[in-house]
């Protein structure tokens, strides 16, 4: 069958391509909504390194889906059963390392084509079943995957006091990771520091909202996660690196274009210990499902899912991702290509 | 109940490359009919696809579906051609009504078995004008200037490129509303019919548009072939 898959050719620009797809293996899965990430972002508006952006173009955007299988010819799922999407293509199996951070692991929107596709097909360990999240909120399951992984690699690593989490940053990243961790965490006392008054003030549900000039005097966390990226990366890391009790671990989160100092002198004098933290696997989607179909936390999620009218053209594709540069959060949409 | 109407009763060749009908040619590693198909069983919304195909091709089409959608066969019925176009359609509703009755909702979405680049939204799209509205076309801006000729050596009208739109498929309706038009028109009406819309012109039915792709080409020519083969990256054969 032929297959239209949407590619970036080149920062802003569409273009189609089709490709002849044998639909008679694994799952095939109509998208239904997709969300935007910065990622995507980054490609689109041309901030990817232009050696970066030669190597990877042209190709199809976007890693955060839901949709309904329609075939399976693996007899794993239902004809019309809700399902997400995982985008990471496991590597070199290695019982050691994570399947998301393996050797030879691809991730589609990233070098392959993500799932701006009329059509996706995935072998049926790459597709999660949900049932009663509404679709907008189910399209931003990856994301939440994202703070899922950093939640329990947080669990696994550090030391058992957890009284004190903070959280760095105030946009859609550190909303949902601030959501997973107060459930994941429920005894801890959960700090967010961030730049934007009005963007704090959404975050109601944890303990203590700062502003990151205003911290008080002695405040301090036994753990934080860093949610800030870009610019913020450096002033974030190094405010952690200044409020953390020792031997805290740092769950770095937050991606940024360029190097970003930091004083090794005070993580040497503290033993801190500093995680890397961005891919999910199937158990951190599986687990954000479960999070997910709680309604309470889907409602909380609701408040930072826009929904954008649905795309019908490729210049529908354009005034998504103007849409996405004009609101504060995450943007889904309707997809009907 | 919404049914797919695979309209592949032609025989004839504008190609001359071939000894076979142009949708049973074959694009990438599979004839453009399956394409088609395929494109149409992915449709969750459809109850059966029905295809018509000329007399002498059934046996063909029946060992294609064996070879190609082995485990979809079910979803599909093969239905014989008529004479010509709008009797292949009519054939096709004759089978429908036969197999699940007469009903004032069935809706039929037709659709040309050469146009293999058919997309999942224009077929939707349809779907959902011919429930609201009971007809409805494909079709995408006129990019040439139409020139109207008489007699074919003198011009005697260019319309307006604005109101000028290219007919592809599918081609959409409720199908209780066709066949009751198609059998009000006169033997000489249906001799001037060249697609299923125009049953619905003749009899004022408004008909209403969808906007279909230019990519949604019908392989028609030998250079339409060729192009078909360059989009999905393949080699023309012939």
Redesign the interface.
Known sequence: ??N?VYQLVSPHVFS?E???VD??KEV?I?PRYLAVCHADQRYYQGQRDAAVLRKKLPMALIHECCG?V??D?TGTFQ??QKVVLIPNVPGNDDEMIYENYARGSRFLSSGSDGFMR??VNLPPDRVVPYEGIEEPIASISEFVSVGVHAATRLSLLAHSRRESIGIWGDGSLAYVVACVVRRMFPQAKVSVIGKSAAKLSSFTFVHNTYMADMLPDGFSVDHALECAGGEGSYYAIDDIITYIRPQGTVMLMGVSENKVPIRTRDILEKGLTMVGSSRSGRADFEKAVELMEDKKFQSRLRYIVYEDQPV??IRDIQRVFETDMATPFKTSFRW?? | MIFGAILAGGVGSRMNIADRPKQFLQ???KPIIV?TL??F??C?RLDKVYVGVHPNWLLHMQDLLDKYVP??KDMVVIVPGGGDRNNTIMNIADKIEEDFGASDDHIIVTHDSVR??V???II?ENIDGALQYGAVDTVIEATDTIVVSEDGKVITEIPNRKKMFQGQTPQSFNLKMLKELYHDLSEEEKDILTDACKICVVRDKPVHLV?GEV?NLKITTISDYKIAQA????NAIG
Do not use: A, N, W
Request: charged content about 35%; some cysteine.
């Open positions: 069958m032929v239209y189609l089709y490709e002849d639909f008679t095939v109509r309904e329609i075939r010819c004809r019309g009329e059509f019908r053209s009907e290509l | 694009l990438g590693d394409h395929e494109k069983l992915l969750s485990d979809q293999p680049f997309t999942m939204r939707e906007r990519s989009m999905i990256g393949g």
